[in-house]
């Protein structure tokens, strides 16, 4: 069982974020499942690098086994470049809400719809 | 069941709740404090799995900075959510259930986790990144001599992506049409009045946050840490400067048009090391042509490209902050 147990978990956590982005209208929310299903993939990624009996893959004598550090070094900078585009994500959020006074998407697009029939 | 595995399945649990929390949760402010908990939990689980360094920008990170942006975002804005619509919901689960199931049936593929004879440990890389690096570039963290030396590429990207994302939130929220003579407001004047405690706390923490950023800059060759970590320490620093002492004071200390400066600077350093080693005769970021001796030339190389890591990262990291709150203070 605990062969995939960590496998299945982050899969779990990824379907609750997927689900928040397309289940829920308002663009905060969406942003916030965003961030759930991303930090689930990076979950993932992290343990595909791990090794029975390893330790963290800082070199020092007393120790053969490392996990991998190649998963740790994209997911590394992958979490900087996540906020990056989170931040920009609701920097657009901001510029809907004082376009359209509200950050729910079906409503911002009735309100387009009203302006613009065609 | 080792201890392991029971800590493992207890964190795991505290990330379901914490994940359905958000979905079900129509505050977007306590959803938003529940996602700082989900990358907090997050940050154990990786240090549980060896990934120290994810683990530090995991929590400066999700728990920090995202946490803070989205609360500041949320002051722009509602903070309450309408009720979704049922029809929607069910489309959504019917969508979740097939990609999740396709997966976990993916997963079958998989290898066992942690176990030594995977594809990815009996990969050449493996050695080559954690034995023959110490030889090539003689850095004990394996993390850091992969990201600033073997990919260096990569992490130039990653650095450019952060670079671009801040341009375009400054472009979407720094200037704002019509008065910029200010009242003083709640959001502005901070906590000055109340909350001494407070004040008086973080003006002593202040100079060991931002000593500890450089620690963590400088010593990243070694021990868990580097620029991206260095970078969001510092911002934190001054995140929390603003937040107690007003936008406006913090604004005096380090100035937009400073920030404006250091967030092309630390890039342009990373892709002048790059331009550098290419007249010095070597490739594109290849550190060894910049000493004579090409492991000193590699430990110069990481130096200034983790630097100019750690300058963008922060300067993007404090420019998102005071284009969300510099918002809220002028309208």
């Given at each position: 069982m605990a062969g995939h147990y960590n496998y299945w978990m982050a899969i779990v956590l990824m379907m609750i974020g997927l689900y928040i982005v397309i289940a829920h209208g308002n663009l905060v929310k969406k942003l916030l499942g965003l961030s759930v299903f991303q930090v689930s993939v990076f979950m993932l990624y992290i343990s595909l690098g791990k090794v029975r009996g390893g330790t963290a893959p800082?070199?020092?004598?007393?120790?053969?086994s490392y996990s991998h550090p190649l998963p740790h070094v994209l997911i590394l900078t992958a979490i900087v470049v996540g906020v990056a585009t989170t931040a920009l994500g609701l920097a657009l959020v901001v510029r809907i809400y004082e376009a359209y006074?509200?950050?729910?998407e079906d409503v911002a697009r009735a309100a387009e719809r009203k302006s613009d029939p065609r | 069941m080792t201890i392991f595995t029971a800590i493992d399945v207890v964190l795991f649990a505290i990330l379901v709740a914490c994940a359905l929390g958000i979905a079900r949760l129509r505050s977007l402010y306590a959803a938003a404090m529940l996602s700082g908990l989900f990358s907090l939990t997050c940050a154990s689980i990786f240090v549980l799995q060896d990934a120290v360094d994810v683990a530090f920008t995991e929590a400066a990170v999700g728990a920090g900075m995202t946490t803070v942006l989205f609360i500041g975002a949320l002051a722009l804005t509602r903070s309450r959510e309408r009720v979704t619509l049922p029809t929607r919901s069910y489309l959504a689960l019917a969508v979740a259930l097939a990609a999740g199931g396709a997966l976990l049936y993916a997963t079958a593929d998989l290898p066992a986790f942690s176990a030594p004879d995977t594809p990815v440990q009996q990969h050449p890389v493996t050695e080559r990144y954690l034995l023959t690096a110490q030889q090539?570039?003689?850095?004990?963290n394996a993390v850091t001599a992969v990201l600033a030396s073997y990919r260096g590429y990569d992490t130039l990207g990653e650095v450019a992506v952060i670079f671009t994302a801040g341009v375009a939130v400054l472009m979407l929220l720094g200037k704002v049409r019509g008065t910029t003579e200010r009242t003083p407001s709640a959001a502005s004047g901070g906590l000055q009045r109340h909350h001494r405690v407070l004040r008086v706390v973080s003006k002593v923490l202040m100079p060991f946050i931002l000593l500890f950023a450089f620690y963590v800059q400088f010593h990243g060759d070694y021990g868990p840490g580097g620029g991206f970590q260095a970078g969001v320490i510092f911002a934190a620093g001054i995140v929390l400067y603003a937040l107690v002492f007003g936008l406006n004071t913090a604004r005096q200390t380090l100035g937009l048009v400073a920030l404006r400066l250091l967030l092309p600077l630390g890039l342009l350093i990373y892709a002048g090391v790059g331009v550098a080693t290419l007249l010095l005769g070597?490739?594109?970021?290849?550190?060894?042509?910049?000493?004579?001796?090409p492991v000193h030339g590699q430990h110069l190389g990481i130096l200034l490209v983790e630097a100019g890591v750690g300058i963008t990262v922060a300067a993007a990291m404090i420019l998102l902050f005071y284009s969300f709150a510099g918002r809220g203070v002028s309208r």
């Open positions: 800082i070199i020092e004598a007393a120790y053969t006074g509200t950050i729910d | 090539e570039i003689a850095v004990p070597g490739n594109f970021l290849d550190y060894n042509v910049l000493a004579t001796d």
